[in-house]
């Protein structure tokens, strides 16, 4: 298989023999993490104990990162433990188990459901409960997945974030909540977002649809300052169906620049190794934009 902090694609990976059933199986035991449709990132920890099983011994929710795994969500980093959650008035048993992090929490019948047979946290309480105990950045990217994939309004998520009690990780649920979008097309996207925003950048457009003064469509571009006419994309070979919809792509920012677009365009490399350079060329664009 590929370096641990190597991205690959489904092809990829059935190429070297794996199947899509092994794929999920990986997916949920934190081998690996989706970062985006077909789109994967191997990581270094080793396979972890047995979602479903350890769930169902400990009678416990699956929950935290693993629980946004299970409820298919994508992830910049494979969960490096099992999280597990359990009713604080459980009594005590030997919870004690190698590979899993087990959290006691009060969690209500409204907030737990039965995924491929699973205990796990809705959707929501997924996201609130990552907002408390990941980097922004990551939970984050876990809402706009969940929110993409249809398990929540963003009015929903909000209204739960406002109910949460003063208390210990309600900013960061605030934080997070404010800027979950689930017009996100991956955790690429999100990324990229997030630290836009922790740098104090002006907020862009998501998935804009640009227009030429006749009204023609052009293009719909990852992020955009309509008022700059500044444009920045995402761009990685592992995010595209084929050489030829990279190739519409270079074709689509030469028609962007035509029009007068200034188009500003980061590799995943760029987003996750050196965002400090992601953030430099994107406020040195928006001064100089008409």
């Known amino acids: 298989m590929l370096d641990a902090a190597d991205v690959f694609t489904t092809r990829q990976a059935l190429a070297d023999g794996l199947n899509n059933r092994q794929l999920t199986d990986m997916v949920r035991s934190g081998v690996i993490s989706r970062i985006g449709r077909g789109v994967y990132r191997q990581g270094s920890s080793p396979q972890l104990p047995d979602p479903d099983g350890l769930s169902r011994s400990m009678r416990a929710a699956i929950s935290h990162a693993s629980g946004a795994a299970w409820l298919g969500a994508d992830l910049i980093n494979p969960p490096n433990r099992l999280h597990l959650t359990a009713p604080r008035d459980r009594g005590r048993r030997v919870d004690c188990v190698d590979g899993v992090r087990l959290h006691r929490a009060d969690v209500g019948p409204d907030e737990l459901s039965v995924i491929r047979g699973a205990l796990v946290t809705t959707p929501i309480r997924t996201v609130l409960d990552v907002a408390r105990s990941m980097p922004l950045t990551e939970a984050v990217a876990i809402g706009d ?97 084929s050489r030829e919809a990279f190739g519409r792509d270079r074709r689509r920012w030469n028609t962007l620049s035509e029009l007068g677009w200034r188009v500003v365009v980061v590799t995943w490399r760029d987003v996750i190794d050196d965002p400090a350079y992601l953030v430099g060329l994107v406020s040195g664009a928006l001064p100089l934009a008409g």
């Open 145 to 241: 997945s969940l929110c993409r994939g249809g398990g929540f309004t963003l009015d929903q998520l909000r209204r739960a974030a406002a109910a949460v009690p003063v208390g210990p990780g309600r900013s960061a649920i605030q934080a997070a909540a404010r800027l979950v979008d689930g017009r996100a097309e991956s955790v690429f996207e999100s990324i990229t977002r997030v630290n836009l925003a922790i740098a104090g950048l002006p907020t862009p457009r998501t998935q804009f649809e640009v227009r030429a003064p006749d009204g023609r469509w052009v293009a719909r571009v990852d992020f955009a300052w309509p008022e700059a006419r500044v444009v920045l994309e995402c761009d990685g070979y592992e995010f595209h169906s």
